[in-house]
């Protein structure tokens, strides 16, 4: 018998599959299952961008590439870094990876050495605590709560520093909560973070979809130490609608930009050609079906977060960005007999014909994720079909 490593046997199960394999059986079967999972947008990629695409295709431009970006995507990122956030960057200090899930993956494993401590904040993208385990580092959780909109405070991140911390993941706006850190909240957090000399691993990938009066502001736009000590995670995936197309990037410290391309030289060797010719358009052209998307994501929410607030059992905040809600629904999954959210979930699906994601799997054990990158049509779909089961369940 063959015994795997035991980097990989520590690996905690995705919910987040496991949901998605039993909607996916059951459609299989012709159960008219409505999925709210979606972790992209339902939007297809913009025509300019692939056309530009198919252009370096016919072009002769199906070659390797260097393995850290094509100069020309580098340059496009980095004049994105400046106009939006105002940051001046270098090509040495930008990598381009196979998808932004790669490039934090690449940052975590020339990062962290046995034992070193990342800080991530619950509720946490899913990925997060597997990939710090994978490079031998061990994920420190500090609880956001509903209370404090799911965003940790400084006196909690000055609490859970240790000599052994090595970086602080932040996820602005954030995947599951749609929850956006005020500058001044950023501002709080990079001081104790120089005070600890702890390195910021900024996750921004949903940076351009952004609702009312909210804005976002990248921790590194706040003092030349914050840039020094912020590693920017960003990519097309979800402001271009470009999940499949896979690039994504880090902007920072000149060294971990060059250990991490050298890492990639040997597992990579470069992203995707032709997906990088998609991106230089993507920064480089027209931005307006980027509005079109946000717009219509704002529109959505607006429309359906109502009517999830209206669901017995149901406490949820108004996200400010993504395309996510998290409802609490501790309340609901007991008035209608559930020892547990995650068993709730499983008899939405399986009653109700409506997928969710438990919030088990983003260390939020009372909650469940909504994706809204959906048909309106079937987002009211789904919720009137969550209210009646809730409805038909409640006992006091």
Known sequence: MINLA????????????AITAKANELKA?????????????????????????????????????????????????????????????????????????HVLYTLFQVLLNEGDEVIIPIPYWVSYPEQVKLAQGVPVYIEATASQEYKITAQQLREAITDRTKAII??????????IYSKEELAELAEVCREFDVLIVSDEIYEKLIYGEAS???????????????????GVSKSHSMTGWRIGYAAGDAAIIKAMTD???????????????????????????????????????DTIFPKVAAIPGFKVLRPQGAFYLLPDVSEA???????????????????????????????????IRLSYATSLEALEKAVGRIHEFVQSKWND
Do not use: C
Request: no cysteine; hydrophobic share 30%.
């Open 6 to 17: 035991n980097r990989v046997q520590t690996l905690t199960p995705s919910t987040t599959l």
């Open 29 to 101: 079967k012709g159960v008219d299952v409505i999925g709210l999972g979606a972790g992209e947008p339902d939007y297809n990629t913009p025509e300019n961008i692939l056309a530009a695409a198919y252009a370096s295709m016919k072009e002769g431009k199906t070659k390797y590439t260097p393995s850290g970006g094509l100069p020309a995507l580098k340059k496009a990122i980095i004049d994105k870094l400046q106009r939006d956030q105002q940051l001046s960057y270098q090509p040495n200090e930008i990598m381009v990876g196979i998808g932004a899930k």
């Open 170 to 179: 932040l996820n602005t706006p954030s995947n599951p909560t749609g929850m």
């Open 216 to 234: 976002h502001t990248s921790v590194a736009e706040l003092s030349e130490d914050a840039k020094n000590r912020t590693i920017i995670i960003n």
């Open 263 to 301: 890492l990639a030289s040997h597992s990579t060797s470069n992203p995707t050609t032709t997906s990088q010719y998609a991106a230089i358009e993507a920064y480089n052209g027209t931005q307006e079906p980027v509005e079109e998307m946000r717009s219509a994501f704002e529109s959505r929410l």
């Open 333 to 367: 999954a007991q008035k209608t007999g559930y020892s547990s959210v995650d068993d709730f979930a499983t008899a939405l699906l399986t009653e109700a014909n409506v997928a969710v994601i438990p919030g088990s799997g983003f260390g939020s054990h009372s909650t």
